[in-house]
């Protein structure tokens, strides 16, 4: 398996313009997760789901923030309007369980910079 | 809410000198799992403890979880540069949380 797919890697935008993260999970697995990394906050959870369906929202900072996955095989991280604080790596990573002993498989992250 | 606390942030040492980071918290781990994470990279996964008191060697590495299950750290014996990186402990209780990670820097 190729792992886990993200696009871009890197994106650079101006405050207010809509931006999309796109994921591919690796296949078979039921879980699938987006972080944000940033130097001050780590890397905190922003959203999961199971089977396609969002379980944990509530690392979603603020309503300009929507993610979606239409189909186990791709999930979108979408921001808009972006704002220079939104500044960042995002991770999608993905995983056949939740618990115990599950490993989580990330992808190479996108860097996200907004001027 | 379970916070992970792990220390120190940071460390800079020489090739072939041994460390140890930590990662603890207020409740109780049902288990946890270390990451290291290189620069361009996505964190990847070391090991998972369970088992309060167990002890997992993967070659120059060694990880403990405590007794109680609130703490556990990674001992590196004979660091080599390719040690670098970010260390990340992540709990598999309640809410998925990472520490703030280690980063460790070893000079040649």
């Known amino acids: 398996d190729a792992g886990v797919i993200q696009s871009p890697r890197h994106e650079v935008t101006e405050m207010g313009q809509e931006v999309t993260l796109r994921c591919k999970p690796i296949?078979?697995?039921?879980?699938l997760f987006w972080y944000r990394q940033t130097m001050m906050r780590g890397l905190e959870l922003l959203i999961y789901?199971?089977?396609?369906?969002?379980?944990?929202d509530s690392g979603m900072p603020e309503d300009r923030f929507s993610a979606k996955m239409p189909n186990a095989s791709f999930s979108t991280l979408k921001i808009q309007p972006s704002e220079p604080r939104d500044s960042a790596v995002y991770f999608c990573?993905?995983?056949?369980?939740?618990?115990?002993?599950?490993?989580?498989?990330f992808g190479p992250g996108t860097r996200l910079t907004v001027t | 809410t379970q916070l992970l606390e792990q220390s120190p942030q940071f460390l800079s040492i020489q090739e072939g000198e041994n460390l140890t980071v930590y990662c603890n918290s207020s409740?109780?781990?049902?288990?946890l799992q270390w990451y290291r994470q290189e620069p361009g990279e996505g964190p990847v996964l070391l090991v998972t403890?369970?088992?309060?008191?167990e002890v997992k060697k993967l070659k120059r590495l060694t990880f403990q979880f405590g007794d109680a299950r609130k703490d556990s750290s990674l001992h590196i014996t004979a660091a080599q540069p390719g040690d670098t990186g970010l260390y990340l402990c992540?709990?598999?209780?309640?809410?998925?949380?990472f520490g703030q990670g280690t980063t460790l820097q070893v000079k040649p």
């Open positions: 990573a993905s995983s056949l369980g939740l618990a115990g002993g599950y490993e989580q498989y």
């Open positions: 296949s078979g697995h039921d879980y």
């Open positions: 789901f199971n089977n396609n369906v969002p379980i944990d």
């Open positions: 409740s109780v781990f049902s288990s």
């Open positions: 403890v369970v088992t309060g008191g």
């Open positions: 992540r709990s598999n209780t309640g809410k998925l949380i």
